[in-house]
């Protein structure tokens, strides 16, 4: 089956949003800082009052090495799934991997993997042939990949044969938990934040907000 384009998924967050009684707002920040944004952004879309800034630094916590089953294992409790704002399914085979399927974001889909060193968080674009300019947006996400934090872009070769732009992360396999769930946190929002960046130079369309 062919994979949706993230302008799919684009349409259905911003869909949700909506029916959530949220509203979008621009805001200008440096570069260094998009991580804690992205953090104050999903605290202030919760109602009530919220203390922003108030978690403990855990980056420094070293776990064991994990593989695809006790991560898989491990997520299951953890709130994004507990509540249902995603769901998660453990995919079996040579290289086992992890479906996820963020609700908030329009369900969009995401691959998580443990190869060795490092886990490997995933979502598709977009294909090749949904790009007006190959040669031009190329350079496009060469000068601007940067802005999305802890992302960047690819370009794979799907088991049908045709080729689609990915967009993914990567961090070591002994990552504490919450790192690794905002991670995929981070990934999801770089998507729907890069569908609408290179919206220009797509032949797909993306509804405005």
Do not use: C
Request: glycine share 4%; aromatic share 8%; no cysteine.
């Amino acid at each position: 089956m062919k994979a949706k384009s993230s302008a799919h998924y684009q349409r259905e967050f911003r869909r949700r949003l909506r029916e959530q009684g949220l509203v979008k707002k621009e805001v200008w920040i440096l570069p260094e800082h998009a991580k804690q944004l992205s953090v104050v952004e999903k605290q202030l879309r919760m109602p009530g009052e919220v203390s922003l800034f108030s978690g403990e630094n855990n980056m420094t916590q070293a776990v064991e090495r994990w593989t695809t089953h006790s991560l898989y294992e491990e997520l299951l409790e953890v709130e994004l799934f507990a509540s249902q704002q995603a769901s998660i399914e453990l995919i079996e085979g040579v290289d086992p991997s992890i479906h996820i399927v963020m609700k908030e974001y329009g369900d969009l889909p995401i691959f998580l993997t443990v190869s060795g060193e490092q886990i490997i968080v995933e979502s598709v674009l977009w294909s090749v042939n949904e790009v007006k300019d190959i040669n031009a947006f190329n350079e496009m996400v060469l000068r601007t990949h940067k802005y999305f934090p802890l992302s960047t872009i690819s370009l794979d070769r799907l088991n049908h044969g045709e080729d689609y732009y990915h967009m993914f992360g990567a961090l070591s396999a002994s990552s504490i938990l919450p790192n690794i769930v905002f991670e995929i946190e981070v990934l999801a929002n770089n998507v729907i934040q890069a569908t609408e960046a290179y919206s220009e130079h797509l032949t797909i369309s993306v509804a405005a907000s």
